[in-house]
């Protein structure tokens, strides 16, 4: 979380602008804002103010009680303007000493100072995270999202934006320690909150922080292993913020090039190269024309935005457009440099990995060296901070110091690198698997370069001792290492391949026996015996050494591999019965099957599907197989359309969809647009998302018929589509009681949405509900009163 302060790219993942749109202003007694660190907090002087105001405010609040608040309000400004200073250290302990003055007043009028305990958590949480405390950090964040939920509960309709606030602070706080699978769920509700105000207009809605929260979830999903996932979640955010700069450029244009950017880098994750430059280009084109009116405040912007587009255009194939592009943003880093050094190194030094990688792509492995060196100091100079990035410049220097000749200063340097990733590596044993990958590959280019000189021995010594820090501290690490090592020693001269092979056949054999099944790690052994020239030697070995037959994976070619796992991320229905069909010879076979099993180590559920899509096309045919796959696809494509006019469009040109039965977790409004459109036309259906009178008098004519189904599919479109929450829940619960279901609900649940609801809708309600206790008293009668009684507040 940054300061307030930040825009644009250097401030894509702060939180400043969701903070004062989420938040909003709660002067009341005990609601206390966050202090003002913008321009009317600015100055020379505000600093040395505000310090005074601290030293005033401890001295009045000594002698009267009720000067506490002021003094604890005085506390949190210091704070915030100490951490836009960058003196972020200093900022903790009024901070601290402001969380405390809050809870000790809550302590003396229980619950009256609660919501200023909880904003004070927030923003304690905030400065620690900024002093890289991850751990301190992370107590008083959880405690800031408790009191916010129970504040929530106790006052319906209050403290949801504030909730979704800490939330997602939470989610970074968890992910800061390393852990970003378990922030994952925190993320997503931050954004389900926020998402639930802006949708209903509620107080505390900001489209900004929503679409700063979905930056953020897609920024964990990325983290967490799920790089697909969080593409749709960067694009929603740039779409919003596209949005917001068309009616205030001025505000939101820095924002919208820092979600550029980072919708560049998720594109890029997904092997999306051209949607990734796309992306980038578009974020240079807005901080060009920033850059033209204040120089000044994004030149530097700019220039992160060109290294991320150099680095898209050297990925996707490009390297003289990017080399371009590098020098560019290297050329204005430099001069930025000079009047910022010590804030613009990291981003000159990426700078300066991105040309030096331009430049190795362009056949300019020499000039590659200089940035490449320069790189390594600016990051060597940073100190702890920059460890992560500077692990990978060593390693690229490796690389490029062999490149040219160089072995034992590429050896060097890939040392280093191994022993930082190490470091790193063991900062979090067991939570953080792109470390130890990390480690194997600087490792990997370590040993390759160690082998090419003759120095086998060396490299298998460097694997055990490696593999031996992790023995105790991480053994899943530990085992991959010794994975690694006897898959080296297979590309190794004799005796060293027979070693390897019996030490990888003995490892797979006991593994096979162990608790939790084969992983990633196993697949990798495997990989490793297959690919070793003589097939026969390895059979012979794994006869003798397990004393079984050798088993089907071990014989798989390649090739069937290549084809199943093309053939399972084929990204559509029709493009894999067509990929079917050009392959039908290899999918069909029994070794088709084998390859499925091995590729369900890594993506199980994918391997499940496509195991059964396979025993169906053998078994009925290639256009029975995938009739069900490709009508769920145009099912799930239906309900992710834009707007109720693609939607009709849609269903226009796949009708067979209305009479597909669609999953229980469909939107009921998307449920009853396929029951409606079946049983009634499209044209009656389409009509009451479109206008509200006739979904009023669909509703009407239910209620005087009795029909349950009818009236649960008015309350679903009544929810979904014209955000009428109380009508749809009450509709809902009416239905179910139309239909004799009366367990599972709770009439209870409407008081708690009559604030949201103007006041001629709940009279309706009651209304209604009364005619329909007369109409049809039935065996359930008592639920009409317990209904009517909710809707008048007094159930």
């Not at 950017?261 to 901080?287: C, F, I, K, N, Y």
């Not at 371009?324 to 050094?341: D, P």
């Not at 590596?425 to 130890?436: D, N, R, T």
């Not at 084998?594 to 599907?609: F, I, K, N």
Request: hydrophobic content about 45%.
């Amino acid at each position: 979380m940054g300061d307030e302060g930040s825009t644009g790219i250097a401030g894509s993942a702060d939180t400043g602008a969701a903070r004062r749109h989420a938040g909003g202003d709660r002067e009341a007694a005990g609601r206390v804002p966050a202090a003002r660190t913008g321009p009317e907090a600015s100055g020379t002087d505000a600093l040395p103010r505000a310090e005074q105001a601290v030293r005033d405010g401890r001295s009045a609040a000594g002698g009267d009680p009720a000067a506490r608040p002021a003094f604890a309000a005085a506390l949190d400004g210091l704070s915030a303007l100490r951490a836009v200073s960058g003196d972020r250290a200093g900022a903790v302990a009024p901070a601290r000493e402001a969380a405390e003055v809050y809870q000790a007043l809550d302590a003396e009028r229980p619950g009256a100072f609660l919501p200023a305990v909880a904003g004070a958590l927030h923003r304690l949480s905030d400065r620690l995270s900024g002093t890289g405390d991850s751990t301190g950090a992370l107590p008083p964040a959880k405690e800031a999202a408790r009191i916010y939920a129970e504040l929530g509960m106790e006052h319906p309709g209050e403290f949801q934006a504030e909730l979704a606030l800490t939330m997602g602070a939470l989610g970074d706080r968890i992910a800061d320690t390393g852990d970003p699978a378990t922030a994952l769920p925190f993320a997503k509700q931050s954004v389900r909150l926020q998402r639930e105000l802006v949708e209903e207009g509620l107080p505390g809605a900001s489209v900004p922080a929503l679409a700063e929260y979905l930056l953020r979830y897609a920024g964990q999903l990325a983290a967490s292993g799920e790089p697909v996932e969080a593409v749709p979640a960067a694009e929603e955010a740039v779409g919003l913020l596209r949005d917001l700069a068309e009616d205030d450029p001025e505000a939101f244009l820095p924002r919208l090039a820092g979600a550029l950017h980072a919708l560049g880098g998720h594109r890029a994750a997904v092997s999306d190269g051209s949607g990734a430059a796309e992306a980038a280009r578009e974020a240079v084109g807005h901080l060009r024309n920033l850059t033209a009116r204040r120089p000044d405040d994004f030149r530097a912007e700019l220039a992160t935005a060109l290294d991320g587009l150099a680095a898209h255009l050297v990925r996707a194939g490009d390297p003289a457009a990017g080399h371009r592009t590098a020098e560019e943003a290297v050329g204005l880093l430099r001069e930025e440099a000079g009047q910022r050094h010590e804030d613009l190194r990291p981003a000159l030094a990426a700078a300066l990995t991105t040309l030096t990688r331009s430049l190795a792509g362009t056949g300019s492995p020499q000039e590659a060296l200089t940035p490449a060196r320069e790189a390594v100091e600016l990051l060597r100079d940073l100190g702890d901070v920059a460890l992560p990035d500077l692990a990978d410049a060593l390693q690229g220097l490796g690389t490029y110091l062999e490149l040219n000749g160089d072995a034992e200063g590429a050896a060097e340097a890939l040392r280093e690198s191994v022993a930082l990733r190490v470091s790193l590596a063991l900062e979090h044993p067991g939570a953080s698997e792109p470390a130890v990958a990390a480690l194997v590959s600087a490792l990997s280019e370590l040993t390759r370069a160690l082998a090419r000189r003759g120095e086998h021995a060396v490299a298998v010594e460097e694997f055990d001792e490696t593999a031996g820090e992790f023995t105790d501290a991480d053994p899943a690490a530990a085992r991959r290492l010794r994975v690694e090592r006897n898959a080296f020693l297979l590309r190794c001269p004799e005796p060293w391949p027979a070693t390897g092979l019996t030490e990888l056949v003995r490892w797979l054999d006991a593994d096979g026996e162990a608790a939790g099944g084969p992983d990633a790690v196993t697949v990798r052994a495997r990989q490793a015996l297959r690919s070793y020239g003589d097939a026969e030697t390895v059979r012979t070995v794994w006869e003798e050494e397990t004393f079984l037959p050798a088993p089907d994976w071990l014989a798989l070619a390649p090739t069937t591999l290549e084809v199943v796992s093309a053939w399972m991320f084929a990204p559509d229905g029709p493009r894999s019965r067509d990929f079917w069909s050009r392959n039908a010879g290899v999918l069909s076979s029994a070794e088709a099957a084998t390859a499925l099993e091995e590729l369900a180590v890594l993506d199980p559920r994918g391997a499940q599907r496509h195991a059964e899509l396979r025993e169906a096309a053998l078994a009925h045919g290639v256009t029975a197989a995938y009739d069900s796959l490709i009508l769920s696809e145009q099912l799930a494509e239906w309900l992710g359309c834009a707007d109720w006019d693609q939607s009709r469009a849609h269903l226009e040109e796949h009708p067979r969809l209305l009479d597909v039965r669609p999953p229980p977790d469909t939107p009921l409004a998307h449920v009853a647009m396929l029951d409606i459109g079946r049983t009634q036309g499209l044209d009656a259906a389409y009509r009451l998302v479109a206008d509200r009178d006739a979904l009023q008098e669909f509703v009407d004519r239910a209620l005087e018929q009795g029909d349950g189904t009818a009236l649960m599919h008015a309350g679903g479109i009544e929810g979904q589509v014209f955000r009428d929450r109380l009508s749809s829940l009450t509709h809902a619960q009416l239905a179910l009681v139309l239909s004799g279901e009366t367990r599972g609900f709770d009439p209870g649940d409407l008081t708690a949405l009559l604030h949201k609801a103007p006041e001629e809708t709940r009279l309706r309600l009651l209304r209604e509900t009364a005619a329909l206790r007369v109409s049809h008293p039935g065996p359930h009668g008592e639920m009409w009163v317990r209904i009517g009684r909710a809707l008048g507040g007094t159930g």
